[in-house]
């Protein structure tokens, strides 16, 4: 089963964007209305959730940004040598001529200067690119500086390979984190918490991952919500799980959550949603600890949004590694920028491995396991 979830504080408008994307052959499963807070005190607006199932196959219109599939299977096949920059290697004359770069240079004079001292040809060129999507210049630097070889004629590093796509596939392979799909090989129950602040897509994006681990890979699932506080949260949530055929619970006493954890020990996966909260809050993040405080094997997923700038995105990681250990990053709203360094420059900087990216409203389709070879092709549209 496929389904769309819609989201507006308007219904005839809601209806009228179901209609344009879906035409007449849709069914709705679920339709409800939450009150949500606004800046007014004691002042709520009326929320509208639709969830959709389409009756035909609907041509996802972020798929456009990745490469066909054939194309990324391929590429995920793609063993890099070992160690390529550890020992270095001669830069090829290459027979085939790279379709010409025609970026302006970004970089800043003093430190196109300090680069030209390290690099030269075609690396200055994808530093240069990875700039332009806001990728900092040092993390840039250091992921093509796993893609070169030593150029002996000036004694400088260069791209090894062909064209930007191989040398950066190797360089993120060499420089990045990429855990994959983070419920493979599961030989126990996984708990997995997910944590952010507010408006990043947690709620909609664990339900993407439930409705994966169902619909696609057989898995058991269960959702825990500690959400209390958010009016119509745990309706929500309840109507999704209905949908999917899956245990949910509403609870906030920690002992509690430890029973209910034990007793779901027939089950392969149990997410855990949490509050959405101001990382400048910590009052409320130490609150969150102590309800989870009795789940030692739990793990957490750190839920950002790809549009947000880099600054706050560390902001909201360290605020939240003061209480919790984070395992895994996760990006949302990737169709909503053409700017993705963010995800580069936390990983890089944390040391936080990348699992997955939401790409758009279809659940499940619209999430993916983030791979070199995916992220490749996000940076490099429109460059090559």
Known sequence: MKIKIYEG???????????Q??????????????????????????KHILIVEPEEEEKVQFEELLEKELE???????????????????????????????KEITIHDNKLEEITKEFSGKAIDLINILTQKEVNLEVAKEIV??????????????????????SLIEGL???VKFKGDVFENLTRPKVLVFLGPTGVGKTTNLFKIASDLVLNKNKKVAVLSIDTFKAGAADQARSYSNIL????????????????????????VILIDTIGRSHYDHWKLGEMKETLRFLDEAQYMMVLSANMNTKEGFNIIEKYQRFFKIDYLFFTKIDETAYL???LNLTVKTGIPLTYISTGQNVPEDIKVLTPERLVSLLLKETE
Do not use: A, M, W
């Not at 504080?9 to 209609?19: A, H, I, P, R």
């Not at 890099?80 to 920059?85: A, D, F, I, R």
């Not at 055929?245 to 027939?266: M, Q």
């Open 245 to 268: 055929g899956i245990p949910f619970y509403l609870l906030s006493d920690p002992k509690k959550i430890r029973e209910t954890v034990d007793d779901l020990n027939f089950v392969d």
């Open 72 to 102: 990324v299977e391929e590429e995920e096949n793609y063993q890099p040598p070992s160690n390529p920059l550890r020992s270095y290697h001669l830069v090829e004359e290459s027979p085939v001529k790279e379709p010409e770069v025609k």
């Open 341 to 343: 360094g963010i995800i």
């Open 21 to 46: 994307e879906l035409g007449d052959k849709y069914k709705i499963l679920y339709k409800d209305k939450v009150k949500v807070k606004t800046k007014i005190p004691f002042i709520k607006k009326t």
């Open 145 to 166: 500086r796993g893609g070169c070889g030593l150029e002996l004629s000036s004694n400088k590093l260069d791209l090894k390979h062909f064209t930007f796509r191989e």
């Open 173 to 175: 392979t060499n420089s």
């Open 9 to 19: 504080f308007n219904l005839e408008e809601l209806l009228n964007k179901v209609n």
